[in-house]
């Protein structure tokens, strides 16, 4: 993996703007499968996690109903997981740099929450070790070296006035990271500005243009629509009238403006 060259706060919390975070994904793409910012297609979320991170995949059943749906092992621990077995909680060795996903994402239907999970889960790799570093010094009140990821993290929209703790601000980082990756601005500006996509979508969907292109984003990078409506939300790119022309973008050439820093 290539050195991002991170800033930190006096917390060990990275500095990072949305446009920052933008760049990384950009830089790491390039360095693992440049292809997929000039030919957009689903990132093979997996692949990109063993083989270009090298980190270790776990499943296992990390909370009774499956709210749990992941976490980032940063050292050798014991987790606390659901046994289905005896129904009771229930502790599971795990070594360091591995990323445990709940077994409840491996269902057919949960597909978008795990490629979402597993990309979140990376993003706390990439950007939060050090926040969640081994220090003999917190010995009186040791941070865990492991993530805990609800539901909420990983799907849940980010309100940019509840961003108060060091917490929130590492899952926003790590939930925007996730959607950046899996939808890379450069290969949907690619999506956006297709000539036969505006073409169709303008006069077959009339009315609901933007739900299509979401829809189109959807397929074409296996997310959620609802996930692909937020990221076309966060690159301000819309095909309503009213909002920015497709003109204004097509002069700013490779200059991308996501959403304003909370």
């Not at 509840?162 to 999506?191: G, N, T």
Request: glycine letters at 4%; one cysteine or more.
């Amino acid at each position: 993996m290539i050195d991002l060259r991170l800033s930190f706060d006096t917390n060990k919390v990275p500095v990072l703007r949305h446009n920052d975070i933008e760049n990384h994904v950009d830089a790491l793409i390039a360095d693992y499968n440049p292809a997929l910012l000039e030919q957009p297609k689903a990132l093979d979320v997996d692949d990109f996690t063993e083989n270009y991170l090298g980190l270790h995949m776990h499943y296992t059943y990390l909370s009774h109903k499956g709210f749990i749906c992941g976490r980032m092992v940063f050292h050798n621990a014991m987790i606390l997981i659901y046994n289905p077995k005896t129904g009771l909680v229930d502790e599971e060795p795990v070594e360091k740099e591995t990323i445990v996903i709940d077994n409840n994402l491996l269902a057919e239907k949960m597909d978008h929450v795990y490629r979402s999970t597993v990309m979140h889960e990376c993003a706390h790799w990439v950007y939060h070790r050090l926040y969640y570093s081994i220090d003999k010094l917190q010995y009186k009140n040791p941070r865990p070296p492991y993530t805990l990821c609800d539901m909420k993290n990983i799907t849940g929209r980010t309100v940019p006035g509840q961003l108060s703790s060091d917490h929130d601000w590492i899952e926003h980082q790590a939930k925007y990271f996730s959607a950046a990756i899996l939808m890379p601005r450069k290969a949907v500006f690619k999506i956006y500005h297709e000539p036969f996509v505006k073409q169709y979508i303008r006069e077959n969907c009339v009315g609901r243009e933007n739900d299509e292109l979401a829809r189109l984003m959807s397929k074409t990078f296996h997310v959620s629509q609802e996930s692909a409506d937020i990221r076309l939300k966060s690159l301000r790119l819309s095909y309503k009238s009213g909002c920015r022309k497709d003109s204004f973008f097509s002069q700013m050439g490779n200059i991308y403006e996501p959403d304003p820093d909370y």
